[in-house]
Structure formats: C-alpha cells, structure tokens
C-alpha cells in the first residue's frame, strides 16, 4: 500500500520480514568476526538508530555501542556538507570499531568522520551498513557489512526520513515517479 510524507507519495520497497532476516544474518556473521574482541559499536544518529538497535541485539559476543551525531541531508538530497553535531566521547585507542550507518550513498558523512577516527588510532574500523547506493558514491568508501544494496532513489522507514518524517516506519518505502 502506498503512503504519502508531507508532498511526496511512497510505495513499499522491502518489508520488515526481509530486512528482520538480513539483520539476523549480519549479526551472524559480525558475531564470528568479532567474537573475543570486544567492539565498540558507534552507531551515526539519528537514521541509524533503528538499524543499530536490530543489529546489536543480534551480535552475540561482549560488544558495547555509543553514537554520534552526523548530517547531510535536506529534503530528498545529499548537501554535501556534513556537520557533527554530538561527537564521539569515549577513547577508542586500540579498539575494534563497527559504524553502525543507515545508508551510504554519496560517502560524504564517512568521508568527514573517518579521518578523525582514525586519528584516534583504533585498532581496527569496520562498516556496518543498512543500504549503500553504489550508483550515487562520490567518495571512496566501502562498507565491509551491507544489508541491502538499492538503486539510486529516494527511500523513507526503518529508521530513514523525508523532512524528519517516516522513521518510525517498520517497512521501507521508494519515494514514487
């Protein structure tokens, strides 16, 4: 069934029974690679949340989470300015980190924060993702943990807004043509 967000019209993309699955099956897979080691899990807000919430519940090894904040968009596009507006206040040096991220399309939101990660000299930063947009990428990043990988359009729910509206959405919906 189609929805409707402030002026635009939604049709339904990919419910929440197949991404439930997929969530399950990354948190598999990072419960192997990260057992014994304890990870940070930083979670970008506020489109991750949701994301993040599914995904540490399925990882099954000691793992702690904390967030930060990051922006780019407005509307339906990416500004390709990136501002944080609550940053990361534990020391990550020499520990293992998994960004939590709703959706990597231009990379610019990563591109901005991996540098200071880094400098922080974690022993290792990996990328755990909802969506990735390989089409709509202007900065190298690659994600090492993809849920879904989507064409170049606009989608709201699971966590992912139009104008701040629709997060709360179980499903996932494609803005419509």
Same mark, same amino acid.
């Given at each position: *069934?189609?929805?409707? @967000?402030?002026? &635009?019209?939604?049709?339904?993309?990919?419910d929440?029974?197949?991404?439930?699955?997929?969530?399950?099956? *990354?948190?598999?897979?990072?419960?192997?690679?990260?057992?014994? &080691?304890?990870?940070?899990?930083? =979670?970008v807000?506020n489109?991750?949340?949701?994301? =993040?919430?599914?995904?540490?519940?399925?990882? /099954? #090894?000691?793992?702690?989470?904390?967030?930060?904040?990051?922006?780019?968009? #407005?509307?339906?596009?990416?500004?390709?300015?990136? #501002?944080?507006?609550?940053?990361?206040?534990? $020391? @990550?040096?020499?520990?293992?980190?998994?960004? *939590?991220?709703?959706? @990597?399309?231009?990379?610019?939101?990563?591109?901005?924060?991996?540098?200071? +990660?880094?400098?922080?000299?974690? =022993?290792?930063? &990996?990328?755990?993702?909802?969506?990735? &947009?390989?089409?709509?990428?202007?900065?190298?990043?690659?994600? $090492?943990?993809?849920?879904?990988?989507?064409?170049?359009?606009?989608?709201?729910?699971?966590?992912l807004?139009?104008?701040?509206?629709?997060r /709360?959405?179980?499903? +996932?919906?494609?803005?419509?043509?």
């Open positions: *069934m189609d929805i409707r @967000i402030g002026d &635009k019209n939604f049709h339904p993309f990919l929440r029974a197949a991404i439930a699955a997929r969530i399950q099956e *990354m948190g598999q897979v990072i419960t192997e690679e990260y057992r014994g &080691k304890n990870p940070l899990c930083l =979670a807000l489109g991750a949340f949701i994301f =993040a919430a599914d995904l540490f519940r399925e990882i /099954n #090894t000691p793992t702690e989470i904390c967030f930060v904040r990051l922006a780019s968009y #407005t509307g339906t596009s990416s500004t390709g300015t990136v #501002t944080t507006t609550a940053g990361l206040d534990k $020391d @990550i040096g020499g520990r293992h980190i998994l960004i *939590m991220e709703d959706i @990597i399309d231009t990379g610019a939101t990563l591109a901005h924060f991996l540098p200071s +990660l880094q400098a922080q000299h974690p =022993a290792s930063v &990996k990328i755990a993702t909802f969506l990735s &947009k390989p089409e709509a990428r202007q900065h190298h990043i690659r994600a $090492d943990y993809i849920a879904f990988e989507i064409p170049n359009r606009f989608v709201v729910g699971y966590g807004d139009y104008e701040g509206q629709g /709360n959405l179980p499903d +996932l919906y494609e803005l419509s043509s």
